[in-house]
């Protein structure tokens, strides 16, 4: 296994995906202002919020779902598809997130959504979606191209949010989205690959990872989209298969399933992710669970949020992931960056 510790191992990342972890904190910043400079019609009101899109661009839609789920004014609906739900109509706001601008699901449901009369904004870094919003005189917000999708999370969600702000639907968000900035600073400098092993949590975690299957829990409407987003960072970054569930649902199915053969449970490694805010029967069920798992999982880590404000707790823990995933890459011998299989799938999607 390599050493991390060693900075030769950086020559992997080929692509640059550590620049752009680095980067989240400015793009946080940089989405913010780019959703307060929007020009938006002055009476853009919704009764329903839906933001469309796939992959990487999605994420942003997830989270902004699970951060709001106590504080906004209206339901936030997450789209997947190329089809709208069946409610979309004047009275639903539809945010479609596309990084590229050329996601075929995505503008789908954009043509779908000006159908049915629905208001729209969108958010992408051009392509065909910004040609779409242009002709049809809908606001877009246009983000910094060239990137991953899945590494553009910062300028999605803060531009999403901030226009949600802006239109009445959530309180003003400058303060918590000051605080998750501060917050990823300064797990940046505890991740950066100088920091030894012994005091990097990342570092430690991927290694603890190498060669088995994660298992990622969360709690519903906090950590659930993170724990989502850590599974998937594990899949496209380290290109392994991982497994998340979320509190307090697992324990009504998955928790049977570490009744199963032993030898299969022992090449588990369990990941919780905590929140010093958690509510004590959270605590209470969590802890419950961790006792169990211990006599079954190769191993159990938990990871705790940071930060003053829902928002950077949840930020923190998520960026956890994300470095934790780049390091299983490193550790694999692998660029983080491309996505070779997804690629070829596209491929043969459109020769069929």
Same mark, same amino acid.
């Given at each position: 296994?390599? @050493?991390? @510790? ?6 992997? @990342? ?120 242009? $002709?049809? $005189? ?69 290694a603890q990872l190498h060669g088995r299957w994660p298992m990622i829990y969360g709690v519903q409407d906090f950590s659930d989209v993170v724990a989502y987003r850590w599974r998937t960072q594990l899949n496209e970054n380290g290109k392994i298969l991982a497994s998340h569930h979320v509190f307090p649902e697992l324990n009504h199915n998955e928790i049977v399933g570490w009744d199963g053969p032993l030898s299969l449970l022992q090449q588990t490694w369990v990941v919780l992710l905590r929140d010093p805010a958690e509510v004590a029967r959270m605590a209470l069920q969590i802890e419950t669970t961790k006792a169990f ?41 692998? @660029? ?17």
């Amino acid at each position: 296994m390599a @050493d991390l @510790d060693d900075l030769e191992v950086l020559q992997v @990342d080929r692509s640059g995906m550590l620049d752009l972890l680095l980067e989240m904190p400015e793009q946080l910043q940089t989405g913010e202002r780019l959703g307060q400079s929007l020009e938006l019609p002055p009476a853009m009101t919704a009764r329903l919020v839906v933001v469309t899109g796939l992959g990487g661009s999605s994420i942003s839609g997830g989270l902004l779902q699970a951060y709001l789920s106590t504080d906004c004014r209206v339901p936030i609906w997450v789209n997947r598809s190329d089809a709208l739900p069946a409610f979309v109509g004047p009275d639903t706001l539809v945010c479609a997130v596309s990084y590229s601008g050329n996601t075929e699901e995505t503008l789908h449901a954009f043509d779908d959504a000006l159908a049915r009369g629905a208001k729209l904004v969108a958010v992408t870094s051009g392509g065909r979606l910004a040609q779409l919003a242009e $002709q049809a $005189q809908v606001p877009w917000v246009q983000v910094a191209g060239g990137m991953p999708p899945r590494a553009t999370l910062g300028y999605l969600f803060t531009a999403l949010l901030t226009i949600l702000a802006r239109l009445g639907l959530i309180a003003d968000q400058q303060a918590s989205v000051a605080d998750a900035v501060d917050t990823l600073h300064e797990l940046a400098a505890q991740y950066r690959p100088g920091v030894e092993t012994f005091r990097n949590l990342p570092k430690a975690l991927a290694a603890q990872l190498h060669g088995r299957w994660p298992m990622i829990y969360g709690v519903q409407d906090f950590s659930d989209v993170v724990a989502y987003r850590w599974r998937t960072q594990l899949n496209e970054n380290g290109k392994i298969l991982a497994s998340h569930h979320v509190f307090p649902e697992l324990n009504h199915n998955e928790i049977v399933g570490w009744d199963g053969p032993l030898s299969l449970l022992q090449q588990t490694w369990v990941v919780l992710l905590r929140d010093p805010a958690e509510v004590a029967r959270m605590a209470l069920q969590i802890e419950t669970t961790k006792a169990f798992l211990q006599e079954k999982a190769a191993g159990i880590t938990e990871v705790w949020a940071q930060g003053r404000s829902r928002l950077a707790r949840m930020f923190s823990l998520l960026y956890t992931g994300d470095f934790t995933s780049y390091y299983l890459a490193l550790l694999r011998g692998v @660029d983080p960056t491309p996505v070779h299989a997804i690629d070829r799938l596209k491929e043969r999607l459109a020769s069929a």
